[in-house]
């Protein structure tokens, strides 16, 4: 047995032994075909909102403007048009609505946000810099 010295502070630690199921690993392949569905048409979707014709359009930058066009604009357009509903049914979409929300939709919105700025940055560049930046010169 190992004497602690008296300073030795004592932390609990918790063990969660998670057993994957076949209706687990069901669920996380559903959970992933949605996500999949879901990506593609919000990355549509702000191509042709905000996309390389639409730069001079105000993106949102900041987390409460995200998730302002995450809430009233993009979860009811997938709502509509990807399964037909009018509010939010977990059964029939396959996802819970907060993580889609508030994680997994803000996400993208920020990446997409810096694939923005360099579309900005390339409609910037003169003719003779776009050739040499694809014919990679210095």
Request: charged residues 30%; aromatic residues 10%.
């Amino acid at each position: 047995m190992i004497k602690l010295p008296k300073t030795t502070e004592y932390i609990r630690v918790r063990r969660y032994r998670l057993v994957a199921t076949n209706d687990l690993v069901a669920k996380f392949e559903r959970n992933i075909e949605v996500e999949n569905k879901i990506y593609n048409y919000v990355i549509k979707y702000l191509e042709k909102a905000y996309g390389v014709k639409h730069l001079k359009r105000p993106y949102p930058t900041n987390k409460k403007a995200k998730l302002f066009l995450a809430k009233d604009v993009l979860i009811p357009k997938i709502l509509k048009d990807l399964y037909g509903l009018s509010k939010w049914s977990g059964k029939k979409v396959g996802i819970h609505s907060q993580a889609l929300r508030d994680e997994y939709l803000v996400s993208i919105l920020t990446n997409f946000g810096e694939y923005r700025k360099n579309l900005i940055s390339a409609s910037k560049m003169s003719k003779q810099n776009k050739k040499d930046y694809q014919n990679n010169l210095p």
